[in-house]
């Protein structure tokens, strides 16, 4: 899971954002680095093929404090949304601390939604995680659409266990942060208690 570097005192965690093609994850992460302060952040790498994009940057909150003397580093990374991209999706996940599942509010999407979540939960069980086990969120994006389907119906489709979930408009950047504070807060009590 979390990566401790013991000469810079600092503690790596990883945060996926998953979620079917075109759903708003690179939009959340271009939107979180856009916002973020530049002394709090490193680089965003974007690693393009023809066909596919995977975004990653790390930032490191000054605000939440520290760990045993270690300031937290945070590493947010997008998986490629179409499902052809399969492997590259379960390496990213390798590691993985915390996920947020964004979810597109269109009906027209809720098939893709179901099945991009299906395909988490497998993803993860071949690296030895449970979803329902580890620091997880799921944001509903696009909520500014006409064709938004209700919040309670994507909740009973898209999150049956009740974790944290946001209402979000990742191109305003409206809960984007509320999604990315509640899965970081998930991941620091679950280091706490595993530390």
Do not use: W
Not at 7 to 25: D, F, H, Q, T
Not at 26 to 51: D, H, V
């Amino acid at each position: 899971m979390s990566f401790i570097n013991y000469s810079s005192r600092e503690i790596n965690c990883k945060i996926v954002y998953y979620g079917p093609g075109l759903c708003g994850k690179t939009t959340n992460l271009q939107y979180i680095y856009a916002k973020t302060n530049p002394e709090a952040k490193g680089k965003m790498i974007s690693l393009e093929t023809e066909t596919e994009r995977t975004l990653f940057f790390d930032f490191l909150p000054l605000s939440l404090g520290e760990i045993r003397g270690f300031k937290t580093r945070f590493h947010l990374y997008t998986v490629p949304g179409q499902v052809f991209y399969d492997a590259s999706r379960k390496l990213i996940l390798k590691g993985v601390d915390g996920v947020v599942f964004v979810a597109d509010s269109q009906v027209e999407r809720m098939e893709a939604n179901v099945e991009s979540l299906e395909n988490l939960r497998d993803n993860l069980k071949e690296h030895g995680y449970d979803l329902n086990n580890i620091p997880y969120v799921v944001q509903y994006n696009k909520r500014d659409l006409p064709n938004a389907a209700d919040v309670g119906y994507m909740r009973e489709l898209l999150n049956p266990t009740d974790v944290p979930d946001y209402e979000a408009v990742a191109t305003t950047g409206a809960g984007v942060f509320d999604t990315l504070k509640a899965v970081a807060k998930q991941v620091l009590i679950e280091l706490k208690r595993t530390r």
